[in-house]
């Protein structure tokens, strides 16, 4: 049975830092491009960042120079370290992986950041 299980959330000040951790279990990790995503209260869900096998990155534009994702393929985990968070950032943070060419693809049941002073 597949399972990504996110773990990490919390409420943090702004101007704090978290790090996200996404466990995949049921899953051969090498095969899958992993991806962070978020979705604010009455928004859509949006892409923060991806990372495939081969450790090639993307970030949305409204994370990039705040944000790192990196992934232990030996730990099957993908994470998502958080610098200077704003108000804007505050949403549940869901893990996803995806498998393009068998067209495979799981979601975690995500996690809440709140950033509040």
């Known amino acids: 049975q597949v399972q990504l299980a996110e773990s990490g959330g919390a409420l943090v000040q702004p101007g704090r830092s978290l790090r996200l951790s996404c466990a995949a279990l049921g899953i051969i990790f090498n095969n899958y491009r992993m991806r962070w995503y978020r979705q604010a209260p009455g928004k859509e869900r949006e892409l923060v960042a991806s990372?495939?096998?081969?450790?090639?990155?993307d970030y949305a534009d409204s994370v990039s120079g705040r944000f790192t994702i990196s992934r232990d393929n030996a730990k099957n985990t993908v994470y998502l370290q958080m610098n200077s968070l704003n108000s804007e950032d505050t949403a549940v943070y869901y893990c996803?992986?995806?498998?393009?060419?068998?067209?495979?693809?799981?979601w975690g049941r995500g996690t809440q950041v709140t950033v509040s002073s």
């Open positions: 990372i495939t096998s081969s450790g090639k990155i």
């Open positions: 996803n992986a995806r498998w393009e060419s068998e067209r495979r693809e799981y």
